[in-house]
């Protein structure tokens, strides 16, 4: 039985096995580089876990978490272009070094290579399975960040609507890494369902979270100032369940104030938060995390496998959803 | 039987049965604009063809011809952003019309639903071997693309080198279209083998061609004044065969012409075509185009299938490979 930071390493491991090595070396470079900068390698983790359930030779999931560890890094890519992001875990994102058409082929080829990877699954049978469970995510993955990038531009995106988009857009692919990872050991469908919907359930509980802790959290345990969303008129949990909750005259106030650049960041940041405090937002979404939350851990009780095993991935939970909000 | 433009007339029908009504409208509207403003759909064709040599039954391989034809789109897509060009079979580009990152998106999705698409091709026994073999090929593509972008700061390209680049960037695909129209049809890897050299070679033949059609085409059949590749500096088959046979000062009097935008366009076409002529580049380039068709054909001939499916076949390579160059 191997844990969190076993696993890791064997992935890592698993990774420089498959250093790109291929020629162009101009196309395989910026693949190699945002594949190397890092990141906590989760979904390939949640794909051994899920593997370790149903069998112990966790070996037979690596290409699985290859595939999803290589499918999230296109996406990256992709999105860092489409958001002109500069920078993408403290270095710079791959359009930003090696130019936007390196970034468009680099990712095309990175999501043709999550497909290629599953070829590598030693459970023959699971294949087209897999295949098939790649496909549904990753255009999941695809209408969610269209989505994203729709709501931007909207004022009255209903709280649903905006969980809608999270689910697409992050919880599918958790859900995706440990539906292939319980694939890639022969798991039934019933097994594979209740992971999925853990994995998702998981998902979305942890984007509340982080919505809550950018403006609620602890300066010391989340490592930054609060209130960053707020600065950035961010589309967050917050302010969507607040405009759906505010009065006329709360509402005109709280679209003042978002939307606008006028204010300095510190008076900007408090009025917002008192505005969120006055109508009870914090509560609501701890609540509504929780509820998340419970649901992900009732499908991982239902999930027919050892306890010991169950016990990693719930630990895993537990790591991203901390109890005391 | 059915003949070319039947099939063709099929394959319209079955796009339009399988139009993209998904949601969110924002990343479907450019896909179904891409697969709307037409082209001359010979890639699905040329699966459905390639099916009727084993099947009469052609719809088996309705699911790998629209595959095919997505992925083709999806590579048009984002190579017109990475060309930036503004056309596009005389209509606005993608990323022209919904800007860039509908263009990056748009054909993500795209590329995802052409692996997608072959879930629906009855002949299940087939369906891992057509994923890899849709892999196998996308990979080509897109190496090609950074090859053919690479060339394009190099003034030493060899000959070989570029019509490396030509089969992975165009000639892969059309044999690609053929291996998975055989696939859907439960054809044996021998007759597959035959056909997707048929179909790389005659890609390979087809791009000299038209590299040679550019500059030494009759203008009443080719459809339009010769010299534009000269114009605008393309990396060509002539150019790049001229360079390496050329003597020195030769060398030195196209690299001069090439490469300048300091003289009248005529001027410049009659220059470059005389020196091209002296170097005897289009009798060479007649040869070697006649040598690839002429593998083609004997790979043809070797597929185990009805003469007269193979003669459609037969007939469409004849379409596009003139007897007089």
Redesign the interface.
């Known amino acids: 039985m191997l844990g969190i930071e076993e696993l890791r390493l064997l992935f890592e491991d698993y990774l420089k096995e498959n250093h790109f090595d ?3 070396t ?2 395989y470079d910026p693949v190699n580089y945002i594949m190397g900068i890092g990141g906590k390698r989760m979904r390939p983790v949640m794909s051994l876990l899920a593997c370790q359930l149903f069998d112990r030779d966790v070996t037979k999931a690596l290409p699985a978490a290859l595939s999803v560890e290589i499918f999230h890094n296109f996406s990256l890519v ?1 999105d860092d ?2 958001d002109a992001a500069p920078l993408r875990r403290g270095q710079p994102t791959v359009h930003a070094k090696f130019g ?2 390196s970034g ?2 680099a ?3 990175m ?3 999550a ?2 990877y599953l ?1 590598h699954s030693p459970l ?1 049978s699971a ?2 399975e897999m ?2 469970t790649l ?1 549904k995510v ?2 999941k993955v ?2 969610g ?3 994203d ?2 709501f931007e531009q909207q004022t009255d995106v209903s709280l649903p609507a905006y969980l809608e988009m999270i689910e697409m857009k992050t919880a599918a692919l958790l859900a995706g890494s440990l539906e292939l990872g319980a694939l890639a050991a022969g798991a039934g469908t019933e097994d594979r369902f209740h992971l999925s919907e853990f994995g998702r359930l998981t998902g979305i509980a942890f984007q509340i979270q982080d919505d809550y802790l950018d403006t609620f959290g602890d300066p010391e345990k989340v490592g930054k100032r609060p209130g960053g969303d707020i600065v950035q008129n961010k589309k967050t949990c917050l302010i969507i369940r607040a405009l759906e909750l505010a009065d006329d005259a709360t509402r005109e106030q709280l679209l003042t104030l978002y939307g606008s650049s006028d204010y300095p960041p510190e008076e900007k940041i408090n009025r917002v938060t008192d505005l969120f405090i006055q109508l009870d937002i914090p509560a609501f979404l701890k609540a509504l995390r929780n509820q998340y939350q419970e649901q992900a851990y009732d499908h991982l009780d239902q999930v027919k496998a050892p306890a010991d095993a169950k016990k990693i991935l719930f630990d895993l939970a537990e790591s991203l959803l901390v109890r005391e909000l």
Do not use: F, T, W
Request: a neutral charge; glycine letters at 2%.
């Open positions: 291929q020629r162009p101009a196309l992709h272009i489409m936007l058409n468009v082929l990712g095309d080829v999501l043709i290579y497909y290629d070829r023959k294949y087209a295949v098939n496909s990753a255009i695809c209408e960040q269209q989505y990038i729709n």
